[in-house]
């Protein structure tokens, strides 16, 4: 019994199967971002951020400002997942999801990769924790989620493509250049040039080498 009580003890301080270290002994990056229009919620943030990190005992070894649009790649960002790859902070906190992520794709993979590296995670909005065992739960729930989403738009694309070809559309690049072959033809056969061909017919110099290199052949 003693040795079973100190084996669940061992495992309870794990953080996805790696050693854990104690509450006060967890460094932890912020990440606080805004888009150009809302900067003013930058200072509530990162107030919100310390202060939680303050309640859960944790160092703060790192902090991230950003400001850009809501699309835009997260350049400041990686700064945090570099010092989490050299195992300089054990836990990402966040204000709320989508100021990490900037698509489900892209949240669910630096998600895996923080997950991998024994680093957690916590998006104050969601009370998403993921060091804990409901944290991680949910966040498989969201993997599914996604992936189930992946495959609908695949199959909505397939069904699309195949409704396509059975109305005869063609499906593809459209050859812009080819359709104009015999013209290109005749006007190189009546001594204009290729550059004059290409300006005529608004069509690259390239194309216009390639077909009527095809013709002598």
Do not use: C
């Not at 835009?72 to 204000?95: C, G, H, K, N, Y």
């Not at 104050?124 to 924790?129: K, R, S, T």
């Not at 992946?150 to 499906?171: S, T, W, Y």
Request: no cysteine; hydrophobic share 45%.
């Amino acid at each position: 019994m003693a040795a079973k009580q100190a084996s669940d003890k061992a495992k309870s301080r794990r953080v996805f199967g790696q050693a854990r270290k104690s509450a006060k002994m967890f460094r932890a990056g912020l990440y606080a971002r805004v888009s150009t229009n809302d900067q003013q919620t930058i200072p509530l943030q990162i107030r919100a951020l310390r202060d939680y990190a303050a309640r859960r005992g944790w160092v703060i070894a790192m902090q991230v400002k950003e400001v850009g649009s809501g699309a835009s790649l997260r350049q400041l960002r990686e700064p945090l997942l570099e010092a989490a790859r050299r195992r300089e902070i054990d836990v990402v906190l966040v204000w709320r999801l989508d100021r990490w992520g900037r698509s489900a794709t892209d949240l669910l993979a630096t998600l895996q990769e923080l997950e991998h590296l024994g680093v957690g995670f916590v998006s104050l909005n969601e009370a998403l924790d993921l060091t804990t065992p409901a944290g991680r739960a949910m966040a498989a729930l969201l993997a599914l989620f996604a992936a189930f989403e992946r495959e609908i738009l695949q199959e909505r694309v397939r069904a699309g493509l195949a409704h396509a070809r059975q109305n005869g559309k063609r499906l593809g690049r459209p050859a812009t250049a080819a359709i104009h072959t015999a013209e290109i033809r005749k006007l190189h056969r009546g001594g204009v040039s290729k550059s004059e061909i290409a300006r005529q017919l608004n069509i690259g110099r390239t194309s216009i080498r390639r077909i009527l290199a095809m013709s002598k052949m």
